[in-house]
Each structure stands twice: as C-alpha cells, then as structure tokens.
C-alpha cells in the first residue's frame, strides 16, 4: 500500500524567501507523484505532476518539485513566495497499475504554508 | 475555465439522517470521484464512478454509503444514516480520461451533531 508524509505540519516564511515543503513516499512501485494547493474556501488545485521523464517538474504560479527516486521524496520548492501563496499545500501519490479507469490518489496531512509581510 | 461544482457548501444534519451531497462535474468528463476529509487527517479516497457503475470503492464506503448519476449532469453521494464520525469536507472530483488531471469542487463541508 502507498503511504505519503509531509513532515511539516505548517511552515511560516517571510515575503520573498525561498520555500521548500517536504514530501516523501512510500511505495514499492513507480508511482505518479502530484502537488495539489487549496486557497482558503477553495478546491483543490493541481500545482504540477510528475509522469515520467525530467525529474525536475514545473508547474503554475512559479513553484516546482523534483522526483527523487532514491530518497522517494517529490519535494515542492519556490524561490521567492508572495503574501498570495498563504494556502494548504497536499503532495500526492497514484499507482499507475492502478489503471487507467480509477488512478486514485493517496494524500498526505498537508503543509499550511504562510506568509507573512 | 470549467469547474466542479458542489452544494451546499456546508451542511448540519442530525445523527442518525439521510444527507445527499451533491456535485455537478464538468460536462464533458467520464470520470467521477468523492474523497473526504476528516478535520486534521489526510484527505481519502472513497470511490470511484465510471460508465454509470462504481469502478473502485475505499472500505470506508460501506453500505451506509451510495453515489448515483441520475440525470447525466449531477453526481451525488448519498449517506443513509450519518454517524458522528460521518463530520468532514466532502471533496467530489471529475476527468476527461484516464491521463488527464482531476478537477475538485470546492467541498461540502458536513456537521453530524
């Protein structure tokens, strides 16, 4: 079974420091790998992916994540944050074998990411 | 751009009722989903919806759980009588195909007291 843990609970920065929230995985598969963000009162929103290929993805709003196999960790990165990414960020997982009818998603607790002026 | 739409956005219900939760999926899409999320846990998968028959469900969706597409734009979850461990955001989610993204609504956020 698939497992993933995002180790910060909640993470306070300042204005345009860089970010790093924390995703690691557990499966014995190759796995998709996924950042979702919610804004307050939102829904979930896809930020970037990892398929196949580049480990290094990129995805909207100028955030990132790179698929570290070895450490089977999908961490998500941004170099310089603004007030507007204050949200819950979730990193999640799905098991291609799974199929193509169903590639359920496994969640971890999420990271809320604020930022402060 | 296209979204997912659930109502309501917040519902109180009584131990022991009927609660529908309702989502309209983006039109064109073949894929249907709820995942719940308990206040401080991880959001879960409960089932999957694909040409008009259930094609996964979590063991969290036991027979007090239903989900229906009764008119080809709604989909519903059905809880038949709540518990109060029933309280957490319902996310719905739908996909065009089977290498496409998911969509998620806003959530129903439900209250059993």
């Known amino acids: 079974a698939q497992s993933v843990t995002q180790l910060d609970s909640q993470v306070p920065v300042f204005e345009e420091a860089p970010v790093e929230l924390r995703c690691n995985y557990s499966s014995s598969v190759s796995v998709y790998l996924f950042w979702y963000v919610q804004y307050p009162n939102q829904g979930l929103q896809l930020l970037l992916k990892?398929?196949?290929?580049?480990?290094l993805v990129k995805g909207i709003n100028g955030f990132e994540a790179e698929f570290n196999k070895s450490q089977t960790s999908f961490h998500l990165r941004k170099p310089s944050v603004h007030i507007s990414d204050t949200a819950e960020y979730f990193c999640a997982v799905s098991d291609p074998r799974s199929g193509g009818i169903n590639y359920k998603l496994t969640f971890g607790k999420g990271t809320l990411l604020t930022v402060n002026p | 751009e296209p979204e997912v739409t659930q109502t309501p956005s917040h519902q109180v219900t009584q131990m022991g009722q009927e609660v529908i939760l309702r989502c309209v999926p983006i039109?064109?899409?073949?894929?249907f989903y709820w995942y719940r999320q308990i206040l401080g846990q991880k959001v879960e998968f409960l089932v999957s919806?694909?040409?008009?028959?259930?094609?996964?469900k979590s063991e969290i969706f036991d027979d007090q759980f239903s989900v229906e597409r009764p008119d080809g734009s709604n989909f519903t979850l059905k809880i038949r009588s709540t518990k109060l461990e029933d309280s957490a955001m319902y996310f719905c989610a739908s996909r065009w195909s089977a290498n496409y993204g998911y969509t998620f609504g806003s959530g129903t956020r439900l209250t059993v007291v």
């Open positions: 039109s064109n899409h073949l894929y």
């Open positions: 990892y398929l196949s290929g580049s480990t």
């Open positions: 919806f694909y040409n008009n028959e259930i094609s996964e």
